[in-house]
């Protein structure tokens, strides 16, 4: 897949193209229904499919005290992205100078001009251009005026059943009797309700955080659980406080070697025990106490929260309860390997 982030770096000759417009925070099942069906279709058609995507999200830049917290980091947007099968992305960088263009000069520059558009997918409620006054009916109007068709794209909801993409165990149906449509603001709810395995299944795999391994305060090693921490710029929504199964995932390592992805136990909170103020994602990996992984970018892969954050009365205490904690751990993650073992 292509990735650009000027139209600059867009090949003279390429197109005629397929292109949708849009955020793609967390890249869940809807954008991805959407995308595969929007590439199947641009192949059928000998077009190239591309995706036009903004960093930062826009609200960051006009809203910054609303903007809701990213799912996603830009690494992993792109790469999500590029699963669908898209051709190209062209990863533009939103400023307020960039948002002042009009909707028929974003039009024309963008996707006629750079991309040369054949087809513009959109939802209904589509808005771009200078103050979001375009609309559906501006887009259908410039693609008549610029000669691309206009291809709206319904909400997608889930069917009543799913797999079970966190690899947690069981494959219960979403419960959603008011068929909500897959959306990243659903994703957040239910982050924000420690939820991760519910959001796994909207997103279609376990959600993510990414960041740089840094120094904590030591604790977890004097304790015998030495955990890595994430660096508080790291990439990924924190969910709510607690402790949760997960996998910890090494991007540097050649993928399939031993280390390269190891079960973890993660902790998010402020460690009331100690009486810590700020918050934290730190992950201890099973069994290990030879890893240093200080400096090195790691993917922590959320699947399951097993108990809120607690204050316990004595150290004692806290070392009885983190190792009921790695069993609980064990009992979630160990499906998961043998089904992947199973596969291999």
Do not use: C
Not at 93 to 107: G, I, M
Not at 123 to 145: C, I, K, P, S
Not at 208 to 215: I, L, Y
């Amino acid at each position: 897949m292509h990735r650009w982030t000027d139209l600059a770096q867009v090949p003279a000759d390429f197109g005629p193209s397929v292109v949708t417009v849009g955020n793609f925070d967390g890249v869940h099942r809807g954008h991805v229904g959407v995308l595969t069906r929007m590439v199947a279709d641009a192949r059928a058609a000998g077009a190239r499919s591309v995706a036009v995507t903004f960093t930062p999200h826009p609200q960051q830049v006009h809203r910054p005290e609303q903007a809701p917290p990213l799912l996603t980091g830009d690494t992993d947007r792109l790469e999500l992205l590029e699963q669908t099968g898209l051709d190209a992305v062209l990863l533009l960088t939103y400023t307020l100078e960039f948002a002042q263009q009009t909707a028929e000069e974003f039009v024309r520059r963008y996707l006629v001009e750079g991309l040369r558009a054949r087809t513009v997918v959109v939802g209904r409620d589509v808005r771009f251009g200078r103050g979001n006054a375009g609309d559906l009916a501006t887009m259908v109007e410039l693609g008549e005026r610029f000669g691309f068709a206009v291809e709206v794209i319904e909400d997608v909801a889930p069917d009543g059943g799913d797999e079970d993409p966190a690899g947690a165990g069981g494959a219960d149906p979403l419960a959603d009797p008011l068929r909500r449509r897959w959306s990243s603001t659903w994703v957040r709810e239910l982050l924000a309700a420690g939820d991760v395995r519910q959001a796994a299944r909207v997103l279609g795999r376990p959600h993510r955080m990414r960041g740089t391994v840094v120094h904590g305060d030591k604790r977890g090693r004097d304790l015998g659980y030495p955990t890595a921490n994430l660096s508080p710029d790291s990439a990924g929504m924190v969910p709510a406080d607690g402790v949760y199964a997960g996998w910890l995932r090494r991007p540097g390592v050649e993928p399939g070697a031993p280390d390269a992805v190891l079960p973890a136990a993660v902790s998010v909170g402020t460690n009331p025990t100690f009486d810590g103020v700020q918050r934290r994602v730190e992950a201890y990996v099973l069994d290990r106490t030879d890893l240093d992984l200080y400096g090195e970018e790691v993917v922590l892969d959320f699947v399951e929260r097993l108990r809120p954050t607690l204050r316990f009365d004595s150290v004692d205490e806290l070392v009885e309860q983190m190792d009921r904690d790695v069993e609980g751990v064990r009992g979630v993650l160990r499906p998961v390997a043998d089904q992947a073992d199973q596969q291999d």
